[in-house]
């Protein structure tokens, strides 16, 4: 099945920030976690995932740390700020209004009251 390739787009940072919730993640964690709870709907390239981390740390979203993965590698992991939080719920909330709203005219909704 195929799917829009902007499905994704807009709403990217809102499951960033779903993720960064429960755990600080490295970029890959986060390009593989995203895709394995979506069954592989959602694949973000790296192109895509470290402007936006790049973006939210700057804004104060997120910060971030350096974390050695073994004696050769050093890994940046990503953890939600306060602010982040704020804006995680805010964005939860537009997209409830969203998908409730998506849902009404797909199931044949309440059609407005004509003139």
Request: aromatic share 8%; glycine share 8%.
């Amino acid at each position: 099945m195929a799917h829009e390739k902007n499905s994704l787009s807009g709403h990217t940072t809102m499951l960033i920030l779903k993720l960064l919730e429960s755990k600080d993640l490295y970029g890959y964690q986060i390009i593989e976690e995203l895709a394995q709870r979506s069954e592989d709907l959602f694949c973000l390239k790296t192109g895509t995932l470290y402007p936006i981390l790049h973006g939210l740390e700057r804004d104060d979203m997120v910060s971030s740390y350096e974390k050695n993965a073994d004696s050769a590698r050093v890994r940046r992991y990503y953890r939600l700020t306060g602010k982040g939080k704020g804006l995680l719920s805010e964005k939860q909330s537009e997209w409830t209004t969203y998908a409730t709203a998506v849902n009404r005219i797909m199931e044949g909704g309440v059609r407005c009251a004509t003139a």
